[in-house]
């Protein structure tokens, strides 16, 4: 709240403007996502161990705005000359943490 929300703003917006000054191409990705976009890169069973689903539907809240930036590529053969892809991206990131991941950082605060 205050102060420290608008710090927050202004240290994203400096990060944001950092990396498109480097050359990199901001994106806000979409913050769900079908099965399929995931499934190229991970597995069902760490699909549903850290996103959350949408219940009735082919949708998951993202983990990380990797997850969603995905989708942008998906069912293309990409040319080499063409590469690298520079994006960047800021999104929340809706994680449900199984297992030992994430537990320090809950008991220390």
Sequence with gaps: MGNVARLHSAVLTYARDFMINKGFTYCIPPYMIRSDVVTGVMSFEEM???MYKIEGED??????SE????GKFKDQILKK???PYTMTSYSPCFRKEKGAHGLEERRSI
């Design 67 to 70: 997850h969603s930036m995905i």
């Design 59 to 64: 949708l998951y809240l993202i983990g990380t």
């Design 81 to 83: 000359e063409d590469m």
């Design 48 to 50: 549903d161990a850290m």
